[in-house]
């Protein structure tokens, strides 16, 4: 399996890089089809995309909702920029049910030898954002019980 | 997964369990509830609770050392103050994003090898003659 790595520039962005063993024609496909991205953007086990919108133009919509059987959460965007098969940028948020600030996406695929490194460009969230984000059961257990935790505090200190 | 994510994954766990220890306590959520009003001394936080100073004191050790607290040097006196950023949400964050991507990728990889097998027209192994590097 080939190595990620996440770094954070600054404290505004995010920075992902990633190899994988296929042509950026191929890569490129499985983050513009629904039918390609319901089958790997999934997250932890046990969670579907049972809905893929997506508009691949300048403008076009991208909707995407998953659930796990008992919760679910949607994400909405528009698409900025699309270079077939090198580039693409986009704005997302994440309804939890209320919307997260806008993530600008940019995601780059360099050929490289027979494979493709993907770059991928994104926002960090702001504080309350990644609270929101923590909360929504993805990370299951400890992330929960920490935002509780501290929103307990904040009503004891309130009080 | 590198030597370098274990590390990653371990200093960010290990930050995240001890604000977990300190926030465990009953005395220690009342300790920083009252800081949030603002400062206090060992003296004015040990008041309100039935418990001795040095009991008091090694409850904000436990705090000091999760970085959920700060203390200061005023003359002979040390207050304590919260230290918000403690509780910030960002390794916790990158470690989620981190679990997920990586979930998502290793399916990517799953996907990707169907893909190109079901598409003869750009093989890789064709590819890989032509175009391998001499490294």
Not at chain 1, 119 to 143: K, W
Request: aromatic content about 6%.
């Amino acid at each position: 399996m080939s190595t990620m790595t996440l770094t954070t520039e600054g404290d505004r962005y995010v920075l992902v890089t990633r190899r994988f063993e296929a042509p950026p024609e191929l890569v490129y496909r499985a983050h513009t089809e629904p039918e390609l991205m319901q089958q790997w953007m999934l997250g932890p086990e046990g969670w579907t995309m049972p809905v893929c919108i997506v508009e691949a133009k300048p403008g076009g919509r991208l909707r995407c909702e998953w659930t796990n059987g008992t919760e679910g959460f949607y994400l909405t965007g528009e698409y900025v920029e699309l270079d077939p098969p090198r580039r693409t940028v986009h704005i997302e948020r994440m309804h939890l049910p209320d919307p997260t600030p806008d993530n600008h996406v940019e995601t780059r695929f360099e050929a490289d030898g027979t494979g493709t490194i993907l770059r991928m460009r994104m926002s960090l969230p702001d504080r309350a954002t990644r609270e929101a984000m923590l909360a929504t059961g993805m990370e299951e257990g400890m992330a929960i019980s920490y935002d509780r935790l501290e929103s307990m505090l904040q009503s004891r200190a309130a009080s | 997964m590198t030597i370098a994510d274990e590390l990653y994954n371990f200093s960010a766990m290990e930050q995240i369990d001890a604000a977990f220890f300190a926030l465990s306590d009953p005395t220690r959520r009342a300790i920083l509830a009252r800081l949030a009003t603002g400062e206090a001394t060992v003296t004015e936080l040990t008041a309100p609770f039935e418990l001795t100073q040095p009991a008091i004191s090694k409850h904000l050790k436990v705090l000091e050392q999760a970085g959920l607290i700060a203390r200061r040097i005023d003359g002979t006196r040390r207050p304590c103050r919260l230290q918000p950023e403690g509780l910030d949400t960002v390794d916790q964050w990158l470690a989620m994003l981190r679990k997920t991507l990586e979930s998502n990728y290793a399916r990517l990889d799953t996907l990707l090898a169907r893909m190109q097998a079901a598409s003869p027209g750009t093989p890789s192994s064709t590819r890989a003659k032509k175009k391998r590097k001499t490294t």
